[in-house]
T-cell receptor
């Protein structure tokens, strides 16, 4: 079974441009999480969805960030306009709560974003 | 917000040595997870723990869920060069779907 798929793997853009990151969770998983990883702040949870509904977006830095999950197999994280301080690795993770006690999150390979 | 204190921050060991790292918190967790991250990749789940006192092994890796539910440790026995990477603990509190991550332990194994 395929794991979490993210695209693109690398993105280089200029300040002010719109950036869209994409994620396909593991089939059958009903939770999807977006994280950002930097040297200074480690792994930070940005937002998570349950059954395609955003549950907690308290980690989204500011209004420039938005996330959507139009269906169970696809989610996007958009930054508009992008700024150099947004440079980081962005991870998507998914989880299934169908099995009692299963809190294990499975991560994608990440998107390394560089904003010049 | 909730903090997980992970130690040590880094370790430099010789191949064949055993390694131990741990995470502590001031709050109770009902799940402890241990991940390994290789350069340029996402974290990969190594071990999941769900019960206080639980001791679980995965090959040369052994992890324990502390009896107080506020700590966990990971041991790696007979380390090999491919054990190099960053190891993260993560905890989930009761009634929460969020994971809190430790700062990571950077492991270097010298052949």
């Amino acid at each position: 079974d395929a794991g979490v798929i993210q695209s693109p793997r690398h993105e280089v853009t200029e300040m002010g441009q719109e950036v869209t990151l994409r994620c396909k969770p593991i089939s059958g998983h009903d939770y999807l999480f977006w994280y950002r990883q930097t040297m200074m702040r480690g792994l930070e949870l940005l937002i998570y969805f349950n059954n395609n509904v955003p549950i907690d977006d308290s980690g989204m830095p500011e209004d420039r960030f938005s996330a959507k999950m139009p269906n169970a197999s696809f989610s996007t994280l958009k930054i508009q306009p992008s700024e150099p301080r947004d440079s980081a690795v962005y991870f998507c993770a998914s989880r299934s709560f169908k099995y009692a006690g299963s809190n294990e999150q499975f991560f994608g390979p990440g998107t390394r974003l560089t904003v010049l | 917000g909730q903090q997980l204190n992970q130690s040590p921050q880094s370790m430099f060991i010789q191949e064949g040595e055993d390694v131990s790292m741990n995470c502590t918190s001031s709050s109770i967790f009902n799940t402890w997870l241990w991940y390994k991250q290789d350069p340029g990749e996402g974290p990969v789940l190594l071990i999941a723990l769900y019960k206080a006192g639980e001791l679980t092994s995965n090959g040369r890796l052994t992890a324990q869920f502390g009896i107080t539910r506020k700590d966990s440790f990971l041991n790696i026995s007979a380390s090999i060069p491919s054990d190099v990477g960053i190891y993260f603990c993560a905890g989930q509190q009761p009634s929460s779907s969020r994971l809190t991550f430790g700062e990571g332990t950077q492991l270097t194994v010298n052949p």
